[in-house]
């Protein structure tokens, strides 16, 4: 199981950094470098079923049942390859600290970028652990190769272990879940799981069957440029109306102010000209009623807008990305109920904890795979202040061999 990090180490220095709006599945070409190094791997360790979707980047693999429990339920273990867009994932140095003191910690002394306790108080509660951290100029890629490695190192530790009880395990590597693509092309068919779990969680104990419900919406709003010197009464600047769209939101639903159970409207990017002006929204709720009535206020504040300032100068088009996946686990919470089982088992107290973003679980429960979420032992994602911590890796394998068992 030691292995796990050596692999970990490897995988995060291949950039699989995805794309927004490529159009494209992958929506980059530079992911199929990591799931051909995978499909590599699974043959030599002696997995079986070994499909490599060359088309979608997709990758799919059996670890055969032991003996006598041929008839068991089919087990699956899914994580996804790409990295966030958000940083680079190119030219990623991971370096290893081996008994962390607890302190901040300098990622790099020339551009001056430290991890610093009173920003990221969890840091303490890592003391005396071995930790993996980046260089100050890149994103590690513990979301998700984290989970990449733990699944490799399950699947190779069963394969040469046959003396270890277990049904039929399939394990699947997606790309592009980062942009909300990674089960678009995922063949739950193929994958001929009753059930799986996503591992793509943060710190050991995390166990998530609750998500968000998703939607994205673009607002563009159609001004009139005037010069400035004779624009009373005549200019409508596109780019204060969009502000203006944005203060008649609720203050408080806002990411920077919200957590837990608590939905937001998130304006994640805005550009423009006097002439016209574009903002891009997400919409997030975990409770489907709250966020259709979040989408529909959405909807009632371009209308508003219209009346005062004519038809047509706000448009808002909308649509929903995922829904929470407790809808679906709800009629399969064993699944949940055998993960909690395996880590009290080896001594770890299960944190449920509803995610605050989505999962390739969320959708692939609603294609007909129930797949709650598992921990990485990974941290501050989608930056260059992104850690994992090998004690918990560690500890993570061992707990997939576990439910494996189940």
């Known amino acids: 199981m030691e292995r796990v990090i050596e692999k970990f180490l490897t995988y995060v220095q291949i950039d699989t950094e995805s794309s927004e709006g490529s159009g494209s599945t992958p929506s980059t070409m530079k992911q199929h470098d990591l799931a051909a190094l995978l499909e590599k791997e699974l043959r030599e360790m002696g997995a079986e079923e070994i499909t490599y979707d060359r088309e979608h980047c997709y990758v799919y693999a059996s670890i055969p049942a032991s003996v006598g429990h041929e008839d068991a339920p089919v087990m699956g273990f899914i994580a996804h390859m790409d990295t966030s867009p958000a940083v680079t994932g190119a030219g990623v140095k991971p370096r290893i600290i081996e008994d962390y003191d607890g302190e901040d910690i300098v990622l790099n002394a020339e551009k001056q970028v430290v ?7 969890e840091l303490i509660s890592y003391k005396g652990k071995r930790m993996i951290v980046t260089d100050g100029t890149t994103l590690l890629g513990a979301d998700d190769k984290a989970g990449v490695a733990e699944i490799m190192a ?7 272990h046959p003396e270890v009880s277990h049904g039929k395990i399939r394990v699947g590597f997606t790309p592009d ?3 909300g693509a990674g089960a678009d092309h995922f063949d739950v068919k193929l994958f001929g799981a009753d059930y799986a779990y996503t591992v793509d969680g943060g710190r050991l104990g995390e166990l ?3 998500n968000f419900n998703a939607a994205g919406a673009k607002l563009t ?6 010069h400035p010197g004779s624009a009373k009464d005549k200019m409508r600047n596109a780019i204060l109306m969009a502000q203006e769209f944005q203060s008649m939101l609720p203050v ?5 102010y919200t957590c837990g159970y608590e939905g937001f409207y998130h304006l994640d990017s805005l550009q423009g000209t006097v002439e016209e002006a574009t903002a891009d929204y997400i919409i997030r709720d975990h409770d489907r009623q709250k966020f259709e009535q979040k989408k529909e206020n959405f909807l009632r504040i371009g209308s508003f807008l219209n009346e005062r300032y004519g038809e047509g100068t706000f448009r808002i088009d909308m649509k929903d990305s995922y829904y929470n996946m407790r809808e679906v686990l709800a009629e399969h919470m064993f699944i949940v109920e055998q993960a909690k089982e395996a880590m009290v088992q080896l001594g770890v107290e299960p944190v449920v904890s509803p995610i605050r973003g989505g999962t390739d679980g969320s959708r692939l429960s609603y294609m007909g795979l129930p797949c709650p979420n598992l921990c990485t032992g990974g941290g501050n994602a989608h930056g260059k202040y992104e850690y994992a911590c090998i004690d918990e890796m560690e500890m993570i394998v061992k707990l997939l061999v576990k439910i494996a068992q189940r």
């Open 177 to 179: 879940e980062e942009v």
């Open 115 to 121: 991890m610093r306790t009173v920003d990221f108080p």
């Open 221 to 226: 709003v159609h001004g009139r440029s005037v």
């Open 252 to 256: 408080a639903e806002n990411p920077m």
């Open 154 to 160: 399950m699947a190779e530790y069963l394969l040469q």
């Open 208 to 210: 998530e069957y609750e």
